[in-house]
Structure formats: C-alpha cells, structure tokens
C-alpha cells in the first residue's frame, strides 16, 4: 500500500518533494504514478515510472517543473515539484501497479492502477 508524505504549504516558484513509500516487497516490480485532485474535479495523472525501464512520462502542466525519482536502498519513489504554481494546489496521491503497459498510460487512465494512497496535501499561494 502507497504512503504519501512532503505535503505542505509553500509560496509561488518554491519546491516541494513527496514521498511514495511502497510497503510491499519488492517495490522495483511496481509502476508508480503521481495523481492530483482539486475538489469538483477529475484526478489529473502528472508523473509516472514505469518499474520495467524507469522511463517516465509528465503531463504537459508539469513538465520541466517536476521530476521522479526512485531511490535504490528504500522502496520509495520521489516527485520533486520546483517552481510551484497556484494552480498546482490540490491533493496529491501516489497509485503502484504491476501491470506491464507503456508508462504514460499509468498516467492517462486510472484503469492500470492497484493501490492507491491516502494523499499528501500541497498548497501553493502567496
């Protein structure tokens, strides 16, 4: 099951990191994607990694912004959020899977998706 941490309140063009703590073993057989939320509307797919190749795919409203990583000793995957916007206030959940598909469908459609978090808050104003 996905854990989320590193949400927070920040000001426009600051960064955050989160966190997505995958706690079953092994953790590199899992495809991560990062999911967000405002209320009244869909959740928005914005970063995955697949667990095949660790290629990753960004939504156009975060590219160049945001970036994963993985890291080797733990089984966590990082999205580092730089130069934050007020329209990137919203929930921020981290979804695993095991399904073996292109990566950016994990981001496209929910339907690839296993587990899900309980989500990571992330507000961004002046």
């Known amino acids: 099951q996905p854990v989320e941490s590193g949400g927070g309140s920040v000001q426009p063009g600051g960064s955050l990191r989160l966190s997505c703590y995958i706690s079953?073993?092994?953790?590199?057989?899992?495809?991560v994607a990062w999911y967000r939320q405002v209320p009244g509307k869909e959740r928005e797919g914005v970063s995955c990694?697949?667990?095949?190749?660790?290629?990753?795919y960004y939504s156009d409203s975060v590219k160049g912004r945001f970036t994963l990583s993985r890291d080797n000793t733990m089984p966590t995957v990082y999205l580092h959020m730089n130069n934050l916007k007020p329209e990137d206030t919203a929930l921020y959940y981290c979804?695993?899977?095991?399904?073996?598909?292109?990566?950016?469908?994990?981001?496209?459609?929910?339907?690839?998706?296993?587990?899900w978090g309980q989500g990571t808050q992330v507000t961004v104003s002046t």
């Open positions: 979804a695993a899977s095991h399904i073996i598909t292109e990566v950016q469908n994990f981001c496209i459609t929910t339907g690839f998706l296993d587990y």
């Open positions: 990694i697949s667990a095949v190749d660790n290629s990753t």
């Open positions: 079953d073993a092994p953790y590199s057989y899992y495809s």
